[in-house]
């Protein structure tokens, strides 16, 4: 089993919907969750940090089950400039090493 | 940007040639990691950093290697290069020890194994 997994998709979607992405991961030491995107070509950038009690950062939406050891990304009022791949970060527990899951591609269609 | 930088940016290798890729990290981040990013996938951690001194590695063999200055930049060391090597190398630059926070990731050197 892979230490995250997450959908790779593609997901195309339309302007102005909702999308939601879904991460599970295996190390149930792990402490820190977060939300990495990247660009056709480009390196990887934080997009937010997901902590216990969920948290918002205007149109985006992280939420984390511990019990589950699942993570989930909600965008809202999708744009165009949200087009790009999303990926699961999740602390290694004992390595303390962050591991990337494979990423989940999302096309925003006009 | 993140002020993470990488060179080169792209380079052709045939196999079993050796490369040397550098990173020069964040000002102030003394934590340098490395991660092997194929076509398609995630990136993969190769090793860690810290103080130069490494600080954890991923599954990758002996002749993946490096190396961290007393300025904290890096050298990853590819030798017997295969065809799967070929893939996007990304340096990331943190503060402290392990990676609990942000990594500041540069634009990666792009290898390409023939």
């Known amino acids: 089993r892979k230490e995250v997994e997450q959908d790779p998709g593609p997901f195309n979607v339309p302007e102005g919907a909702t999308v939601a992405f879904n991460c599970t991961y295996s190390?149930?030491?792990?402490?820190?969750f977060f939300w990495y995107r990247q660009d056709c070509r480009k390196e990887p950038k934080l997009l937010m940090s997901v902590y216990s009690s969920g948290n918002e950062d205007g149109r985006f939406t992280a939420q984390l089950n511990r019990a589950s050891q699942y993570i989930s990304l909600l965008i809202r009022d999708s744009k165009l400039s949200d087009s790009a791949t999303y990926l699961c970060v999740v602390n290694g527990g004992a390595t303390n090493k962050l591991i990337f899951g494979t990423g989940t591609l999302l096309a925003v269609q006009p | 940007e993140t002020g993470v930088t990488q060179s080169p940016t792209h380079l052709i290798k045939t196999r079993g040639q050796q490369v040397t890729l550098r990173c020069s990290s964040q000002s102030g981040h003394n934590t340098v990691s490395w991660y092997q990013q194929a076509l398609g996938q995630g990136p993969q951690f190769i090793f860690q950093y810290y103080r130069e001194e490494e600080n954890g590695r991923g599954n990758f063999p002996p002749r993946f290697s490096g190396l961290q200055f007393p300025n904290y930049s890096s050298e990853l060391n590819v030798n017997a290069l295969e065809l799967d090597d070929s893939a996007l190398y990304l340096c990331?630059?943190?503060?402290?020890?392990?990676?609990?926070?942000?990594?500041?990731f540069g634009e990666g050197s792009r290898l390409t194994v023939l």
């Open positions: 190390n149930s030491a792990s402490q820190s």
């Open positions: 990331a630059s943190s503060l402290g020890y392990g990676q609990s926070g942000e990594l500041f």
